[in-house]
């Protein structure tokens, strides 16, 4: 199995910027796709960017696009999201996913996902 792990959350003032990081271990040969998810209070988990094995592809929540940009490197079996221009409707916890790659995948299901880390609070004041 795959395991991730999330860091880089906290607490910024709106317009601040944060970048968040997933390490995955375990059997990261597997790993297609991966990810960043994100819920709110009371709200259902909802996609916030995805990018495929080489990087060359990215998707974005249209409430994201400019301000967000994912990245990956392989060699450290890493994903991060560079948060810039943070609203306090960015106020969520984030979660990393990543595909395996003898399943199929979505661009913006979380359904497409097969594993998750356990999350990292993002909290975006006035």
């Known amino acids: 199995q795959v395991q991730l792990v999330e860091s880089g959350g906290g607490l910024v003032q709106a317009g601040g910027s944060l970048r968040l990081s997933c390490v995955a271990s375990g059997r990261t040969f597997s790993i297609n796709a991966m990810g960043w998810f994100r819920q709110a209070p009371g709200k259902e988990r909802a996609f916030v960017a995805t990018i495929n094995y080489n990087g060359a592809d990215t998707y974005y929540a249209d409430s994201v696009k400019g301000r967000f940009t994912i990245s990956r490197d392989n060699a450290k079996n890493t994903v991060s999201l560079q948060m810039n221009s943070l609203e306090p409707e960015d106020t969520a916890v984030y979660y990393c996913?990543?595909?395996?790659?003898?399943?199929?995948?979505?661009?913006?299901?979380?359904?497409?996902?097969?594993?998750w880390g356990k999350g990292t609070q993002v909290s975006v004041s006035l």
């Open positions: 996913a990543a595909d395996n790659e003898a399943y199929g995948t979505s661009r913006t299901a979380s359904r497409g996902m097969d594993y």
